[in-house]
């Protein structure tokens, strides 16, 4: 049985239907929180059932008889320790054959923020004997489409300098989850994911190229992408996080070493620009 975790999130959801392409769904089992969410896939035949990282008495539910989990990382950052310390135990006392879990570019070396949950998971994971992979994802392409109408009219900011976001579309980073639970990577495998990348200034050019008009970067500092993201109405914990992230893009902790991602999809990566060009028209296209 595969299980798939976090199934009423955006990766999740995009997993099980990848997981529906290679094996029935009578072998398939979604997991998440809102169990209602799921109902469309019960109706097609996918196992459903609720798992909530709060309550370990659910994940034990959730993972009665799996062979292959996908154990998507939380999304309550701040939280992720003890809520994956109680899905890794879930784990080890269902003997799972084989756990991939979603961690973060370069984890066990990297001093951002949002990576040292990541490095504690994969952590207890070892320390639990579960076998495993670790699927260390760069940033969402999606990520940089959210803020176009802003963008379009005054320009990219943030903090990376010349620094290199690997980044890629959640479809391919969950195509990519299901092939190495499928047969495309083994326990102990270490994988470092992510498309070919680019810098916030290209990302600005590429945005202004798609809409035919310029469109610059101005390169704040952290401090300066802080207060811009507090300023937008973010929460200034939020804003942190975001700007330490620009700071490990510039040190170099969200480029993706080798081809992993390629490999796994048995494909190229879909290329950012499309997503980013997809993106603008929508912004620009008249009512």
Known sequence: MYVVTGATGALGRLAVEALLER????????????????????????DVRRADYDDPASLA??????TRVLFVSGSDAGARIEQHRAVVEALATAGVELAAYTSILHAQSSDMILAGEHAATEKMLAAAGVPSVLLRNGWYVEYFTANLAVELEQGVVGASGDGRFDAATRADYAEAAVAALTGGASAGD????????????ELAAEIGRAAGREVTYTDLGVAGFTEALVAAGLPEGF??????????????????????????????ATPWTAVIDAAVREVVAPA
């Open 190 to 201: 270490v994988l470092e994911l992510g498309g070919p990348g680019f810098t916030r200034a």
């Open 23 to 46: 094996v029935p769904a009578a072998e398939v089992r979604a997991t998440g929180r809102r169990i209602e969410a799921l109902d469309d896939l019960a109706a097609r035949g996918v």
């Open 239 to 268: 804003a942190t996080v975001l700007a330490d992230s620009d700071r490990g893009a510039a040190a170099g902790l969200l480029a993706a070493p080798g081809d992993d991602l390629t490999r796994l999809l048995g494909r190229p």
């Open 61 to 66: 539910a959730a993972f009665e008889g799996a």
